[in-house]
């Protein structure tokens, strides 16, 4: 059901990005990433910088990548990967054609610094991702308890 959610916020963002009027030349090399959020959450943070994860899912014939990240509660946003236990930034994050890019607690994560406040369970956070190729999405990402994880689907 969080999915659902997700997705109204995603449908309605694109309603708002067709009037800017779809951005030409993209139509060379076969196909555009077609990109949706589900299964968002942060869990409250427990010190002074918070920790984010989604799935975005691509749908279309052409690869994308996550660039930058921005949201209303936070100064700066990164996108990390963990590697052999230990955090570090990453410039952008692949997002394959007709797969997904994962981000989850022990692996990618996006990163909220310089809080302006701490988010609570039961809040939601405004996020914006950017790509490199398609429209930035707005997610209304739910927080949840400091010890939340999801379940996996195996
Ligand atoms: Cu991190």
Redesign the pocket.
Known sequence: MRGLAAAAVIAAGALTLAGCGGSDGSGSGGGEAELSVGSAYIPQPVSD?A?GFLTITNEGDAADRLTSVSSDVAGQV?V?E?VDGA???VEALDIPAHGSLVLESGGN???FEQLKRKPKQGQTVSVELRFAHSDPVTVEIPVKSATYTPKTGH
């Open positions: 910088m920790a990164s990390h963990t955090m570090q930034e994560h996006l990163m």
